[in-house]
Nanobody, 126 residues
Framework: VQLQASGGGLVQAGGSLRLSCAAS????????MAWFHQAPGKERDFVAA????????DYADSVKGRFTISRDNAKNMVYLQMNSLKPEDTAVYYCASDRGIYNSQALRSDSRYDYWGQGTQVTVSS
């Protein structure tokens, strides 16, 4: 599985961005997909995750109500709509995928995910 994230950029506080993640590989439609972010000097943190069907989602408390994760299995795409952006959202955003088989690890655990994209930079100015 290969993942390609895009859509990052520079935006003012209160603005919006939509990140996209293009996935290749036949397991995409059965895989849990997620977004993580990593700010300079900090650990990589969970942002959002979505089940293979799209019926289950999970969000970090810091983005709940502002960000929305979605997927289009027909297009092998995952999206992260980010609204009401804050300077503290500034980070490199990574999309991630698990193997599409049963996995008991939590959606928020980065060790659940085997495949990672290259990251896209999001910078929010105050």
């Amino acid at each position: 599985v290969q993942l390609q994230a895009s859509g990052g950029g520079l935006v003012q506080a209160g603005g919006s961005l939509r990140l996209s993640c293009a996935a290749s590989g036949r397991t995409f439609s059965s895989a849990v997909m997620a977004w993580f972010h990593q700010a300079p000097g900090k650990e990589r943190d969970f942002v959002a995750a979505i089940s293979w069907s799209g019926r289950t989602t999970d969000y970090a408390d810091s983005v709940k109500g502002r960000f929305t994760i979605s997927r289009d299995n027909a297009k092998n795409m995952v999206y992260l709509q980010m609204n009401s952006l804050k300077p503290e959202d500034t980070a490199v955003y990574y999309c991630a995928s698990d193997r599409g088989i049963y996995n008991s690890q939590a959606l928020r655990s980065d060790s659940r995910y085997d495949y990672w994209g290259q990251g896209t930079q999001v910078t929010v100015s105050s």
